[in-house]
């Protein structure tokens, strides 16, 4: 199977200047700054696209108007790239940009409001409990794994790349792990654990229009796919579109369900668990700026269908819009 993104249809210079927004001040600065940033400004320029760094957390967005810039790459994840502010601020710039707008980039950051919506149409997503900053106490912690049994997962609901999670097995390490994903966020998420397999699926494109790419299974050592195993160790194996196809085509139709209750466009990635339990496939979350380095999955899904690192990146670009132009 190959996907036809109609690149060479794209003229690199008809994209005017443009910037790839890297680094920020969010927790996962460390990957946009050194590997996604990077790699997507390396793979615009070997395209010809007149294009430059910029670093939101050491010059003002206004600058962008200055130096003439008529499209923005977004290369940042986590808070402050993801959330709907800096696409906020280039909507009032009228600088497109790559990805989802405003309310979606801000809904699918937020974890549990993501889970509220995903309910409220019938899409599966693990049990869970909201712990706000006044529900924090050990008896109301201690309740948790009573509704939802252990093991349970407790992570900040605002925050990426497993940052601030943790796989809690008994009572009593609870108060560690939600004091843990309290030091990122002011509400923590405790979420029914998921004994099973690890999936994640890419979706290209926007309403009707949008495709899913092949589902990757995620194989990662000791079932630990952390911060370190994503991004620092070349231990986890990725099987991308290899699972029947028939069960691939019906997780595909429901990432693109969760993908436009939510309203995404130009870009996303699904993460999704295939219970031992039951068989079934829950919705973990969306991602709206996916990673783009050399472990990402969505440009090893990409490279499984015909469309090669610097395509993808080329044609991201091209899809650039402000909500206005959606």
Same mark, same amino acid.
């Given at each position: !199977?190959?996907?036809?993104?109609?690149?060479?249809?794209?003229? =690199?210079?008809?994209?005017?200047?443009?910037? @790839?927004? !890297?680094?920020?001040?969010?927790?996962?600065?460390? @990957?946009?700054?050194?590997?996604?940033? =990077? $790699?997507?400004?390396?793979?615009?320029?070997?395209?010809?696209?007149?294009?430059?760094?910029?670093?939101?957390?050491?010059?003002?967005? #206004?600058?962008? *108007?200055? &130096?003439?810039?008529?499209?923005?790459?977004?290369?940042? #994840?986590?808070?402050?790239?993801?959330?709907?502010?800096?696409?906020?601020?280039?909507?009032?710039?009228?600088?497109?940009?790559?990805?989802?707008?405003?309310?979606?980039?801000?809904?699918?950051?937020?974890?549990?409001?993501?889970?509220?919506?995903?309910?409220?149409?019938?899409? =599966?997503?693990?049990?869970? @409990?909201?712990?706000?900053?006044?529900?924090?106490?050990?008896? *109301?912690?201690?309740?948790?794994?009573?509704?939802?049994?252990?093991?349970?997962?407790?992570?900040?609901?605002?925050?990426?790349?497993? !940052?601030?999670?943790?796989?809690?097995?008994?009572?009593?390490?609870?108060?560690?792990? @939600?004091?843990?994903?309290?030091?990122?966020?002011?509400?923590?998420?405790?979420?029914?654990?998921?004994?099973?397999?690890?999936?994640?699926?890419?979706?290209?494109?926007?309403?009707?229009?949008?495709?899913?790419?092949?589902?990757?299974?995620?194989?990662?050592?000791?079932?630990?796919?952390?911060? *370190?195993?994503?991004?620092?160790?070349?231990?986890?194996?990725?099987?991308?579109?290899?699972?029947?196809?028939?069960?691939?085509?019906?997780?595909?139709?429901?990432?693109?369900?969760?993908?436009?209750?939510?309203?995404?466009?130009?870009?996303?990635?699904?993460?999704?668990?295939?219970?031992?339990?039951? $068989?079934?496939?829950?919705?973990?979350? !969306?991602?709206?700026?996916?990673?783009?380095?050399?472990?990402?999955?969505?440009?090893?899904?990409?490279?499984?269908?015909?469309?090669?690192?610097?395509? &993808?990146?080329?044609?991201? &670009?091209?899809?650039?819009?402000?909500?206005?132009?959606?």
């Amino acid at each position: !199977m190959t996907l036809d993104l109609k690149i060479a249809s794209i003229d =690199p210079k008809a994209m005017g200047k443009v910037a @790839v927004l !890297m680094g920020g001040n969010s927790a996962e600065r460390e @990957v946009s700054a050194t590997m996604s940033g =990077p $790699g997507v400004l390396a793979a615009l320029q070997a395209r010809g696209v007149d294009v430059l760094a910029f670093d939101p957390a050491q010059r003002s967005l #206004h600058e962008l *108007q200055a &130096l003439g810039v008529q499209r923005a790459f977004i290369a940042l #994840h986590g808070r402050g790239g993801e959330d709907g502010t800096v696409q906020g601020a280039l909507e009032l710039l009228r600088i497109p940009y790559t990805g989802s707008g405003v309310m979606a980039s801000a809904i699918a950051m937020d974890k549990i409001t993501t889970k509220r919506l995903w309910q409220s149409v019938g899409l =599966p997503t693990p049990r869970w @409990v909201s712990l706000a900053k006044h529900q924090q106490q050990r008896e *109301q912690l201690m309740a948790v794994p009573d509704e939802l049994g252990l093991p349970v997962f407790v992570k900040p609901p605002h925050e990426g790349s497993s !940052m601030g999670a943790t796989k809690v097995n008994g009572y009593s390490d609870m108060q560690e792990a @939600v004091a843990l994903a309290a030091r990122f966020d002011s509400e923590v998420l405790c979420e029914e654990f998921i004994d099973g397999q690890e999936f994640t699926c890419a979706v290209l494109g926007q309403g009707e229009a949008a495709v899913a790419l092949p589902v990757v299974e995620i194989c990662a050592e000791q079932g630990n796919y952390d911060y *370190q195993n994503k991004y620092f160790t070349n231990s986890t194996v990725y099987k991308v579109g290899q699972a029947d196809p028939q069960w691939q085509a019906q997780v595909q139709q429901l990432v693109l369900q969760a993908y436009r209750v939510l309203g995404c466009r130009g870009w996303g990635r699904a993460d999704l668990m295939l219970s031992r339990k039951d $068989g079934r496939v829950y919705l973990l979350e !969306m991602n709206t700026s996916p990673g783009m380095t050399s472990h990402s999955l969505v440009p090893k899904a990409a490279a499984a269908v015909g469309v090669s690192y610097e395509e &993808l990146c080329l044609w991201l &670009l091209s899809q650039a819009r402000l909500d206005s132009q959606s």
